[in-house]
């Protein structure tokens, strides 16, 4: 039972990642009825706002400490960062320490830029391309973009660390009565859940419950129609894209403490996420958040050493098995709409 | 040979292409500042035919029934390791390990593309990139003990190999052809420049050239027709009361079956093999070959994957002080500048030129550097109208 529970735990945080990924594409997909493979770029930057916010933030000038004396008794030089100046040394190292947090604040205004910049300049132009070329131009993005990342920060994993509050482990085995030490959870990870339950039920909140979001849904369903209503559209999508982009960079920003990020984390996640969308349906939001939990729990009980001792290697292969047999059995997806991208 | 006026010129020239690429590809003197330009070394002409066979391959499947494979690198890694096995448990000459290739390759294509080409557009590339992700995680994971894992394999001085003789002592295992040794050279001298003729090189090349006139036959034949038919409209074609699906499936196995080729070729010219090359990253580096060159055409494919296997090569060896080098002539300031504008893009950065240049040819020019051709021929022409005489190179399949 408590291997279980623990399982389930260890997929949650893969498997938010993979459901906020999947969710952003399929935003993308279902009101663009644009094939994104740069979107793990758009994960993979949103990191990489965190990196730099949290370089920006110890940014640091030298000062020479008189009270400090090196071993020749000369005045100690000690390198300050700016911050210290502005907000003094205390409140200071809780801004450093906080500086993950802090970047979802600077990473979404990057993000929907990013991602307006991306849909004016780019994938505007391929509306009405078959979607091999959308793939395609949006696969030599996530190319380029990878390698402007690699050249600004280098190929090697950038560690991270979240805020001192969140370091430990929290026992959850103690909690609901089990021995002590047996299921213990990462808060972080646990912050990241709850960060990603958070952001999706905000995207539903926000397609559901205001005007804006009924008419983006509407366009969704006929985007035709909806234009001949005088409505301009097309500016509407343009917000959503910015919108999962957003999405994208949240996921990211918040992964950082769990995975140090590099230039090619976006790559591999992506893959994933794509599996993971087919697997709840293109074009099916609930399908997307879905599909990823259940996938990413799927991979973290295929982990587990039973499972490996009578299937060894299962745990490699479980999501791609597990796309393949659903989309031979329900081609249409877990969730998926009658009508989107059948042929 | 069954070709029309045009196509056969058009083997003719890449005949005689492969067969002077060894002085084509080294036009600057030995130790010249240009000379790190020159792609004649044995190993880099080996890889630009062998990957042409790979991407004519593609093109078959891509170009003519517009089924985007995001996994053909799993057929490849498949023909690699079958051939593989064939040196380490047969024989050193290549013959068996690139026939077992081959039809290893076309079998496994055949289960992929049964199950994948159930399903069409992004689904089927999805369904093929699993397959391919799976076949790289197994051969890293579980099938280690066929496929030796992260160390790869490598024919050992102790294999069974029983058809081979007993190794003299010290002797090591050297792929050949009926004692034709693959990585034997003839290099001629002439003034500053060394030209080097490399048995395994004119293997691979001849390999290729069968592979491409079969390829010619495949696009000129009824079956091409019913695959391009598939392309344009597959609705229409079952209303027709036809059935896509064999002609399809036949195009996946054959295009499968091309990249086992390709694979056991590989394994001819370097005897090893690793599952690094059945990553993803691998298919979608044959899907910019075909692209680049221009999908659907006949001459494309072999391009492309020329093209992005030249600047891999030769792009990533530039580095800063050859830059400086070639700047030196410039006022400080301007050379600077100039240094800090190009570094970002050759050397490492070298992916990045390449991702730049897709973009640029998926936006701009749909048909690849093929087209681009076509669009230089139809400017030229329509300045002399007279001079009509047919370009090979830039002859369009479609």
């Excluded at chain 1, 969704?220 to 301009?232: F, P, Q």
């Excluded at chain 1, 990413?296 to 060894?312: D, K, N, Q, R, Y």
């Excluded at chain 2, 590809?25 to 004649?40: H, R």
Aim: proline share 4%.
């Amino acid at each position: 039972m408590d291997a279980i529970i623990l399982q389930i735990l260890n997929g949650l945080d893969k498997g938010s990642a993979y459901a906020l990924i999947a969710l952003g594409l399929t935003l993308i997909f279902g009101t663009l009825g644009v094939v994104n493979f740069a979107h793990g770029a758009l994960f993979m930057i949103g990191a990489f706002c965190a990196v730099t916010l949290s370089r920006i933030l110890t940014l640091s000038h030298t000062v020479i400490d008189e009270t400090q004396k090196d071993f020749l008794g000369n005045p100690l030089k000690v390198e300050v960062p700016y911050i210290y100046d502005i907000f003094g040394q205390t409140t200071g190292d809780v801004i450093i320490d906080w500086a993950v947090p802090l970047s979802i604040l600077f990473a979404i205004p990057v993000m929907v830029g990013i991602g307006f910049a991306m849909e004016r300049g780019l994938i505007k132009h391929f509306y009405k391309r078959p979607h091999a070329d959308q793939i395609l131009v949006t696969f030599g993005l996530a190319i380029v973009l990878q390698e402007i990342i690699k050249y600004f920060y280098g190929a090697n994993p950038i560690p991270t660390p979240a805020p001192d509050a969140f370091r430990g482990s929290f026992d959850f085995g103690a909690m609901l009565g089990f021995d002590p030490n047996t299921i213990i959870y990462p808060y972080w990870r646990l912050v990241y859940f709850a960060f990603a339950a958070v952001i999706i039920g905000a995207v539903f909140a926000f397609l559901q419950f205001t005007t804006f979001g009924m008419v983006v849904r509407a366009g969704m369903a006929d985007r035709e129609t909806v234009g001949l209503l005088g409505i301009n559209i097309d500016k509407r999508f343009t917000i959503m894209f910015g919108i999962a982009a957003a999405v994208a960079g949240l996921a990211g920003v918040m992964y950082t403490p769990i995975n140090s990020p590099n230039y090619h984390m976006g790559m591999d996640f992506l893959v994933l996420s794509f599996v993971v969308v087919v697997v709840g349906g293109m074009g099916s939001l609930s399908g997307a958040v879905l599909a990823g939990f259940l996938l990413g729990i799927l991979e973290s009980f295929a982990s587990m050493a039973i499972v490996l001792e009578t299937l060894p290697g299962i745990n490699q292969i479980i999501i791609y098995l597990v796309a393949i047999i659903i989309l031979l059995t329900r081609p249409r997806g877990l969730m998926g709409r009658k009508g989107v991208m059948e042929e | 040979m069954g070709l029309t006026k045009k196509d056969f010129t058009l083997l003719i020239i890449v005949a005689i292409l492969c067969v002077f690429a060894p002085f084509i590809l080294n036009p600057f003197p030995e130790g010249s500042a240009m000379a790190q330009f020159n792609a004649g070394y044995p190993d880099l002409m080996q890889r630009l035919v062998i990957f042409g066979i790979f991407a004519i391959g593609f093109n078959i499947l891509f170009g003519l029934t517009g089924y985007l494979s995001f996994g053909h690198a799993a057929f490849l890694g498949v023909g690699s390791y079958a051939a593989i096995w064939m040196m380490k448990l047969l024989t050193m000459n290549v013959i068996p390990a690139i026939i077992i290739s081959v039809l290893v390759a076309g079998l496994f294509s055949l289960l992929v593309g049964w199950i994948s080409l159930r399903r069409s557009g992004i689904y089927f590339s999805i369904l093929t990139l699993a397959f391919a992700q799976m076949s790289y995680s197994l051969a890293y994971s579980v099938l280690t003990p066929i496929t030796g894992g992260e160390t790869g394999l490598q024919p050992k001085v102790n294999d069974p190999r029983i058809l081979d003789g007993v190794l003299a002592a010290g002797e090591t295992p050297r792929a050949n052809l009926f004692g034709l040794q693959m990585n034997q050279s003839y290099e001629m001298a002439v003034g500053n420049w060394v030209f080097t003729f490399n048995a395994g090189y004119y293997l691979a090349a001849i390999v290729m050239l069968i592979a491409f006139y079969i390829s010619i036959r495949i696009f000129r034949s009824p079956f091409g027709m019913m695959l391009r038919a598939v392309k344009s409209n597959q609705q229409r074609l079952n209303y027709t009361g036809l059935n896509a699906k064999p002609y399809t499936l036949a195009a996946f196995v054959i295009s499968g079956m091309y990249a086992g080729l390709a694979g056991g070729l590989l394994v001819a010219m370097d005897t090893q093999v690793g599952a690094e090359r059945m990553f993803w990253t691998a298919s979608g580096e044959v899907v910019l070959m075909t692209i680049l060159g221009g999908a659907g055409t006949l001459i494309g494919p072999v391009l492309g994957a020329g093209f992005i296997k030249y600047m891999e090569n030769i792009v990533s060896k530039i580095n800063k002080s050859i830059l400086e080098q070639w700047f030196a002539f410039m006022p400080d300031g301007i050379e600077d500048l100039l240094i800090t504008l190009v570094y970002p893009f050759i050397g490492k950065g070298w992916h990045l030129t390449l991702g730049i240049l897709f973009m640029l040819v998926v936006i701009f020019l749909p048909g690849g550097l093929v087209e681009g051709g076509q669009r230089i021929g139809r400017l030229f022409k329509r300045k002399k109208p007279a001079d009509d005489k047919p370009d090979g190179k830039t002859t369009p399949a479609e």
